[in-house]
C-alpha cells in the first residue's frame, strides 16, 4: 500500500525538477564581453536563481570565442546555457552549420538538458526552415522546442521534429491589460507537450536602421505576467530579455561597452544610458520558488520595495514619431501616452501588510495597493499618478509608522535627450535588513550614472526624522 504514495511524490518531485526559468541572452550584445563581464552576468543570473540563459546567436557572425568564454564561465559558476538559433536577423541557418555548433556544444558540462537528460535546443523564428530539423535530430539528439510565433500553433506543431513550442507574445497589444489568451492557445494545442511561456517587464525601441519605432504596454506587466505564470503553470519560462538593451527589456546588468548597439542601430539617442532595470530581478527568487513549488509556502530572505517608471512625463517633450504598437505587425497603433501611463509603479515583498508612500519633488502622496498576496505574505503590487509633478522620487515602506525601506529614485525631467521623451524605465529597490546601518550600491555594472540599489533600514537617523515630520509626531 506504501507503494503507490511513494509513486505519487515520486511524479511530484519529478516535475517540480523538470520546471526551468530562463533568461534571452542576446549574443551579439556581448562581443567585446571579458570573461569577468561573463562571471558577472551568469552570478547575478544565478543570484536571481534563473536556471540557464538561452544564447540567441545568429548565422555568419563569429561566435565561437564568446561561446567557448561563455561555456567555460557558466561551468565555473555552476550554470547552464542552451543554444537559440536566430533565423531572422542573419537569415537562414545551414542545416550543417546547426549540426556543427549543436555538436560542439550540446556534450558541455553547462548545456542545458530537459527532463530527459537530452539537450534543449531553441530558436527565434525560423519556420521556413523546419524541414531541416529531422535531419538535424538524426545527427543532434535533442529536444526541439522553437518560437515560430509567425504561425498558429497548431501549423507549427504539424511539424514532425517539434517537440514543444515558444511563444513570444510577452506584451499585450494596444492598451489591453496582460492576459493568457495566447498562452491557452499554445498549451492546448500542445496537450501536455512543453511549453516556453514568454516573460517581460517592457518594450521601447527606436532604431531607424531596423526601422523599429514603437512601444508595447509595459507599466505592471512584470508582477502580471508572473502571476500569469503561477496560474498557466507552464513547464518552462523564459524572460524576454537579459541584455537586449534596443528592445528596452533588458533585466541584467547595463555594460556600457554594449551601449554601441545604438550607434550600430543609428537610434537617435542611447535610451538606456542611465536606465538600470536590475531591480526587477530582486523578487526573481521568491516568484521563481512558488512557480516551481505549486502550493508551498515561499521564503522570504529580506523584505523590500522595488519600483519603476519613465524619467520624462508623455506631454514634455516630443514622441519622437514613436508609436504605441506597430504597423509592421498589422497592429492599430496609438498615440505611445495611450499605451504607457505617467505612473511610479511599485512592488513590495513583505511577511505582513505595511503602508507606502510616494514623494515626487517632495510632495508626499500615501499609496496604496492595488493587488495584495492571499493572506499578509507575499508580493504586494500597486500604482500611483505622478500628477505631471517633477523632481526626484521616492518611495518609502513603513509599518506601524515604523520605518521598513526606501528607495530614492532618478529624478522626473522635462530636460529630454535631444528633446525626445525616453519611453524607458528606471528601475530602483530598497532592501530591509534590520540592521542600523545603511549603504549605497550600484548594481548595473559599468555604468555610473545607473546606481539602482538601496538597502536603507530602520533606525536610519535622517530617514527616521522626515518620518516623523511626515506623521506629524515630531
Not at 507549427?156 to 515558444?166: F, I, K, N, T, Y
Not at 498549451?187 to 525601441?205: E, N, Q, R
Not at 528607495?407 to 528633446?419: E, S
Request: charged letters at 25%; proline letters at 4%; one cysteine or more.
Amino acid at each position: 500500500m506504501l507503494l503507490l504514495p511513494l509513486l505519487v511524490l515520486s511524479a511530484c518531485v519529478c516535475h517540480a525538477q523538470a520546471k526551468g526559468v530562463f533568461a534571452h541572452f542576446m549574443l551579439g550584445n556581448s562581443d567585446n564581453y571579458t570573461k569577468a563581464d561573463w562571471r558577472q552576468d551568469i552570478q547575478a543570473a544565478k543570484d536571481a536563481h534563473l536556471d540557464a540563459f538561452a544564447l540567441n546567436t545568429g548565422w555568419g557572425i563569429n561566435t565561437r570565442d564568446l561561446l567557448d568564454d561563455a561555456f567555460s564561465i557558466a561551468d565555473e559558476v555552476g550554470f547552464k546555457l542552451f543554444l537559440s538559433l536566430d533565423y531572422s536577423g542573419d537569415g537562414h541557418w545551414p542545416e550543417d552549420q546547426v549540426v556543427n555548433v549543436l555538436k560542439a556544444y550540446t556534450n558541455k558540462t553547462a548545456y542545458y538538458r530537459h527532463r530527459d537528460d537530452k539537450p534543449l535546443v531553441s530558436t527565434f523564428e525560423g519556420a521556413q526552415a523546419a524541414g531541416d530539423w529531422q535531419g538535424i535530430k538524426k545527427k543532434v539528439d535533442c529536444v526541439f522546442i522553437p518560437d515560430w510565433s509567425s504561425l498558429e500553433p497548431k501549423v507549427s506543431l504539424g511539424r514532425a521534429a517539434v517537440d514543444g513550442l515558444m511563444s513570444w507574445s510577452a506584451w499585450p497589444e494596444g492598451t489591453h491589460d496582460s492576459n493568457t489568451t495566447v498562452d491557452k492557445k499554445y498549451m492546448d494545442a500542445l496537450d501536455g507537450k512543453p511549453y516556453i511561456m514568454p516573460v517581460s517587464p517592457w518594450f521601447y525601441t527606436n532604431m531607424e536602421r531596423y526601422h523599429k519605432n514603437w512601444v508595447w504596454k509595459g507599466d505592471d506587466i512584470w508582477y502580471k505576467r508572473w502571476e500569469e505564470v503561477l496560474e498557466m503553470d507552464p513547464e518552462y519560462v523564459e524572460i524576454i530579455s537579459w541584455n537586449d538593451y534596443g528592445e528596452s527589456h533588458y533585466i541584467g546588468p547595463i555594460h556600457e561597452r554594449s551601449l554601441n548597439v545604438f550607434d550600430d542601430a543609428e537610434a537617435p539617442y542611447d535610451y538606456a544610458k542611465g536606465m538600470p532595470h536590475d531591480g526587477w530581478r530582486a523578487f526573481l527568487p521568491y516568484v521563481i520558488e512558488l512557480y516551481k513549488n505549486p502550493g508551498r509556502d515561499a521564503k522570504i530572505e529580506n523584505e523590500g520595495i522595488v519600483s519603476w517608471y519613465r524619467v520624462n512625463p508623455s506631454s514634455v517633450c516630443s514622441d519622437g514619431k514613436t508609436t504605441g504598437n506597430t504597423e509592421t505587425q498589422a497592429q492599430k497603433t496609438y498615440k505611445p501616452e495611450e499605451v504607457l501611463q505617467d505612473k511610479i509603479f511599485y512592488s513590495a515583498l513583505l511577511e505582513e501588510p505595511a503602508d507606502i508612500t510616494v514623494s515626487i519633488g517632495g510632495d508626499n502622496k500615501t499609496a496604496t495597493w492595488d493587488d495584495k498576496p492571499d493572506g499578509s505574505k507575499g508580493i504586494y503590487h500597486g500604482s500611483i499618478d505622478t500628477g505631471k509633478k517633477l523632481g526626484e522620487v521616492v518611495v518609502t515602506l513603513s509599518r506601524d509608522k515604523q520605518f521598513l525601506a526606501q528607495m530614492k529614485g532618478k529624478t522626473i525631467t522635462d530636460k529630454c535627450d535631444r528633446n525626445l521623451t525616453n519611453w524607458n524605465a528606471w528601475v530602483g529597490n530598497a532592501t530591509s535588513t534590520g540592521e542600523l546601518a545603511a549603504k549605497h550600491s550600484s548594481s548595473s555594472g559599468d555604468d555610473k550614472d545607473s546606481s539602482s540599489t538601496r538597502v536603507v533600514v530602520g533606525g536610519l537617523l535622517q530617514a527616521a526624522v522626515v518620518w516623523m515630520v511626515f506623521f506629524n509626531l515630531a
